[in-house]
């Protein structure tokens, strides 16, 4: 079986390093970017296994001159119709900006090069390229040419080149340039390459100054050597070649050491101009050298790259989707993770570069400073690229992802996460399949509001968040006592679970914390959260926060949870930041429960058990608004203590409200032994009001009259003229519930009953509730009455 050798001398040659005396380019710095060509369209497309339909070329040819691209190779027409006619497409319907030079390839052959300028007939700014292989492999294996025919090859052709240009440029009023490359430059004799374009220089008879200059191409056709030995050529040949100030040198480095990026920054610094390659490194073999990436780390150097990535992920999507290969997760710049830190280390020192940046900045304002970027672990600013500091970039290889994502920012302002992105793509995908038709705005819109029970009560799922209050309590003692101490977050909140109002409570160091928590202890739903990021949506007093929550199932493995192939997406929308966070939650949490039973709620207030008193009074404040009074609250958790006795110590949320409506006559049909009917207030000469009305007692209806120093004590002296004994109002408290045209007042009353011959007092508490306060409190006290052994006088 064959393997690595032992002594690999014995089959492979090392390069053969050159001898400068006098390097320059080790000392020498980047002040300004190189002239960038791309030649995606060219080199990139041969090198695809399903090279781009002419749709996609077009594509890519828009998003390189959006990108600031002022060269562009965009084909090899005399290779095939495909290549002729797209060029011939661009010209002829004035896709090319008058800045804009295109280029095209033709090998050193006249019935290719004739073609080749019958393509570009009428196009304004056009370099024209040949090349030639140069190097012994390819003049005695491949050609089986001489030094001396080669340089006849490439000097017959450039004369041909020459002559056409001129008859091209008096016909049709175009501008040409000549770039020829001495193809497998790297592994020739460089004193042959120059030779070569020397011979060629003079067979095109134009080179001058500026943007006459003719452009030598320097291929590492095949890198076969460190990056240094490619700046040594470089730097060789500019020194050596004739009318320097004539001549562009141009490098086209391949990748199949590594190194590509590291030889063309190099082999700049040796004296080259200019830069062929392609976006994120496609090519033959393991690629070209990446522009992207050479472009952007002039840019953090402080050096204007004359090319913009400012919207980074749609560079990417064209990319991807033209070529139909993926920009790796760890792509310097562009990959899903290289602005992603998952070490605990990495993040504190993240979080305390942000905090320091702040301050300083901030200083900088006050002083009319640079305001300059200094992070941990971040060279680049990321909003550079059009990303969020919280957001990580996600890149995939599927199509039309971007566009989804667009159109809903456009139409629902949402900025989605590139994972949301990605597995709601898959959503829409399902739709096309099935309906076989163009997906509509609509479309993608609807399914996003059923997918994630987005846009109000038409789209709510099984759980559904009513109202929910944030408290904030110290966590116990840290262990560490340089650490200041931490706050928990409680969550009570409200929620319609299946159609009814459930209660539910939980803790943790935030909001999402504590509602995960929540729905872990009441409906053994546990989920842990994997990502999360937000967005303001409009400006000014209007905005609102938009949360992004992912979502997976816990395990108890944290690793196998959190690298969980199923996760769950969610999103929310509000104006206040904490709502929005727990609306994504409960949004994720639908999509993942589907059709599960979830378990009934039940308060457990049995005898040293879990809930209390406070627990108790919270059910009461979520499912009815009611904010009891302390001995209130004391006196309906005896209540229910003893209704409980027979269940096992448990009592369901449903059950506890009942119960209390119940008790205290709050808003049931039974009106009890005492209750009010139609009455007025008279004020007395002299004295305070004066209560008329009827009250029924005992089916009866009675008018009554009483006088008091305010409404409450003389509606009680009225029904003291019914009752044997006394009637003492010992706790009186209000509040309103609603708002707008739904409010009303509901009112407390503790009563006291006192009966002569009764050897103990009764005390009751009751409830009355409406739109008149005083109707409120009169009501409250009937109901306290209700519920006391009162004797009413015999008639």
């Known amino acids: ?72 190779e965009i084909a090899y027409p005399s290779a095939s119709d495909t290549d002729f006619s797209f060029v011939r497409y661009l010209i002829e ?14 090998p050193a052959r006249e019935d290719l090069i004739r073609k080749s300028f019958e393509a570009v007939a009428g196009a304004k700014h056009v370099i024209l390229h040949m090349y030639n292989a140069l190097c012994p492999m390819f003049r005695n294996i491949v050609f089986r040419n001489s030094k001396e ?34 193809e497998t430059f790297t592994q020739t004799e460089l004193e042959f390459s120059l030779q070569v374009c020397e011979a060629v220089k003079t067979a095109w008879g134009k ?25 040594d050529q470089i730097e060789y040949f500019a020194a050596h070649i004739s009318e320097r100030e004539n001549v562009i040198i141009s490098l086209h480095p391949h990748n199949d050491r590594g190194t590509a990026i590291a030889a063309a920054e190099l082999a700049v610094l040796g004296g080259a101009d200019r830069v062929e390659g392609c976006l994120f490194g496609n090519g033959e073999r393991t690629g070209n050298v990446d522009i992207v ?65 702040g301050i300083r900045h901030k200083k900088n304002d006050e002083n009319g400073e640079l305001k300059m970027w200094q992070i941990p672990y971040m060279p680049l600013d990321p909003a550079d690229l059009g990303c969020s500091y919280e957001a990580v970039i996600r890149v995939n290889a599927q199509s039309g992802k971007g566009g ?174 904490s709502a929005s966070s727990l609306h994504a939650v409960l949004s994720a949490v639908n999509g993942a429960i589907g059709d599960r039973v979830l378990p009934e709620l039940k308060l457990s207030v049995g005898f040293n058990t879990t809930s209390g008193q406070s627990d108790v009074s919270d059910a009461i404040v979520n499912t009815l608004g009611l904010t009891l009074p302390r001995r209130l609250q004391t006196s309906f958790f005896e209540v229910v203590q003893r209704a409980v006795r027979e269940s096992d110590s448990k009592i369901s949320y449903e059950d506890l409200t009942r119960l209390f409506r119940e008790t205290y006559g709050y808003e049931v049909e039974n009106k009890g032994r005492f209750s009010l009917g139609d009455f007025h207030f008279e004020r007395v000469e002299g004295g305070g009001p004066q209560f008329k009305g009827d009250m029924e007692i005992d089916g009866v209806v009675c008018k009554v009259v009483g006088e008091g120093n305010g409404p409450l004590s003389a509606a009680l002296a009225a029904l003291h003229t019914q009752v044997e004994g006394t009637l003492v109002c010992r706790e009186y408290s209000e509040h309103s ?4 045209s739904e409010v009303k007042a509901v009112s407390f009353v503790d009563l006291v009953y006192e009966l002569p011959g009764r050897v103990k007092k009764e005390a009751a508490w009751g409830l009355g509730s409406d739109t008149d306060i005083t109707a409120s409190g009169i009501r409250a006290v009937l109901r306290a009455a209700s519920r006391l052994s009162v004797v009413a006088k015999k008639a």
């Open 404 to 577: 989804i994502a667009y159109l809903v920012k456009q139409h629902l302002q949402l900025d989605l996460p590139r994972n949301m992105q990605i597995a709601f793509y898959k959503v829409i995908q399902q739709i096309s399949d099935r309906e076989a038709r163009e997906v509509t705005v609509e479309d993608i819109t609807t399914a996003f509001r059923q997918t994630y029970r987005f846009g109000g009560s038409k789209y709510e799922g099984r759980l559904a968040l009513k109202s929910f209050r944030m408290t904030t309590e110290p966590s116990p003692d840290p262990t560490d006592d340089r650490e200041p101490f931490d706050e928990r977050r409680r969550f009570d909140g409200t929620m319609l679970v299946d159609g009814v109002l459930r209660v539910i409570r939980g803790d943790g160091n935030g909001p999402i914390s504590a509602l995960l928590d929540a729905l872990r202890t009441h409906l053994d739903i546990n989920m842990t959260l994997r990502e999360y990021t937000e967005h303001a949506v409009g400006e000014g007093e209007n905005s609102k926060a938009a949360s992004y929550i992912e979502l997976v199932n816990t395990t108890d493995d944290i690793k196998e949870t959190r690298q969980s192939s199923e996760s769950w997406w969610g999103v929310g929308l509000d104006s206040d930041i």
């Open 1 to 72: 079986m064959p393997c690595m050798l032992i002594d690999p001398t014995q089959k492979y040659r090392p390069y053969v390093p050159l001898v400068l005396d006098n390097r320059q380019w080790p000392t020498k710095t980047f002040t300004k970017a190189p002239i960038w060509l791309s030649t995606d369209l060219r080199d990139g497309n041969q090198a695809l296994a399903c090279p781009m339909t002419a749709d996609q070329k077009l594509t890519f040819f828009r998003l390189l001159v959006k990108c600031g691209f002022k060269e562009i």
């Open 93 to 106: 319907n004035n896709e090319i900006p008058d800045d804009v030079w295109i280029q095209v390839l033709t």
């Open 207 to 231: 080179a001058g100054p500026g943007i006459d200059r003719i452009i030598f191409n320097l291929p590492a056709t095949v890198e076969i050597a460190p990056p240094n030995h490619y700046a």
């Open 293 to 357: 990436t050479l472009a952007l780390n002039l840019y953090t150097q402080g050096i204007t790259p004359n090319l913009d990535f400012s919207n980074i992920q749609e560079v990417i999507d064209v990319v991807t989707s033209c070529n139909d290969l993926p920009v790796h997760p760890r792509h310097p710049y562009a990959g899903e993770l290289v602005f992603t830190a998952f070490s605990g280390s990495h993040q504190d020192a993240i979080k305390k570069g942000f905090e320091e940046q």
């Open 149 to 182: 025919q080669t340089i006849e090859l490439a000097t017959r052709h450039s004369k041909l080149v020459s002559e056409l240009a001129d008859q091209y440029s008096a016909s049709h009023g175009m501008k040409f340039r000549y770039e020829y490359s001495p």
């Open 737 to 740: 519930v609603g708002e707008g």
